[in-house]
Antibody, heavy 124, light 112 residues
Framework: QVTLKESGPALVKPTQTLTLTCTVS??????????VNWIRQPPGKALEWLAR???????FYSTSLKTRLTISRDTSRNQVVLKMTNMDPVDTGTYYC????????????????WGHGTLVTVSS | DIVMTQSPDSLAVSLGETATINCESS????????????LAWYQQRPGQPPKLLIY???TRESGVPARFSGSGSGSDFTLTISSLQAEDVAVYYC?????????FGQGTKVEI
């Protein structure tokens, strides 16, 4: 059974760096075609894709946030880590990790497995 | 980035009636080499993560009731919920995965 679970601080101060961890089970981060993503959702607002890391360690970032984001993985711990610098109150929201459907490595797919999300509030 | 625009933002439908949600992309999301539309629909109930309903614009995910159907091609898509049930109250999102970054619509809230 594929599961993803987000963890991290519930409260961060403005200008601080947020570090979130996605712990996965039921699959290996090294399996060809595996692609894990971070997606966020401000309260009452739409979903926004943030970043992705692939089985071969290739990474991709949101156009508007790429200067603030770093995604990495620890395959020995089955974890994907997202760091976001210079946090602001507008970054408040629920942060999800989601796995892209495991298909042909050369093609993009939809998100078929999601974690439950972790709520992050940015406030002094 | 491809912009996804849903309409309406919200709608109220009587139990047993049909809900129709539209989604328009700013760029065609049909990939000719695979003959597929790279468009998915998700349902998000309050306090829950999104749940995949439809992919390739019209393929239902395993376990999704048959009253949910997707249609459309190119840049115009529709999610139809036939015979609306109480448990269908949720926000529905379309998403394109034709290109990176993947992008979502703003969501459509369905109420009874």
């Amino acid at each position: 059974q594929v599961t993803l679970k987000e963890s991290g601080p519930a409260l961060v101060k403005p200008t601080q760096t947020l570090t979130l961890t996605c712990t996965v089970s039921g699959f290996s981060l090294n399996t060809r075609g595996v692609r894990v993503n971070w997606i966020r959702q401000p309260p009452g607002k739409a979903l926004e894709w943030l970043a992705r890391i692939d089985w071969d360690n290739e990474v991709f970032y949101s156009t508007s946030l790429k200067t603030r984001l770093t995604i990495s993985r620890d395959t020995s711990r089955n974890q994907v880590v997202l760091k976001m610098t210079n946090m602001d109150p507008v970054d408040t929201g629920t942060y999800y990790c989601a796995r892209m459907h495991l298909g042909e490595p050369g093609f993009p797919y939809y998100f078929d497995n999601w974690g439950h999300g972790t709520l992050v509030t940015v406030s002094s | 980035d491809i912009v996804m625009t849903q309409s309406p933002d919200s709608l109220a439908v009587s139990l047993g009636e049909t809900a129709t949600i539209n989604c328009e992309s700013s760029h065609d999301v049909f990939y000719t080499s695979t003959n597929k539309n790279y468009l998915a629909w998700y349902q998000q109930r309050p306090g829950q993560p999104p749940k995949l309903l439809i992919y390739w614009a019209s393929t239902r995910e395993s376990g999704v009731p048959a009253r949910f159907s997707g249609s459309g091609s190119g840049s115009d898509f529709t999610l139809t919920i036939s015979s609306l049930q109480a448990e269908d109250v949720a926000v529905y999102y379309c998403q394109q995965y034709y290109t990176t970054p993947p992008t979502f619509g703003q969501g459509t809230k369905v109420e009874i």
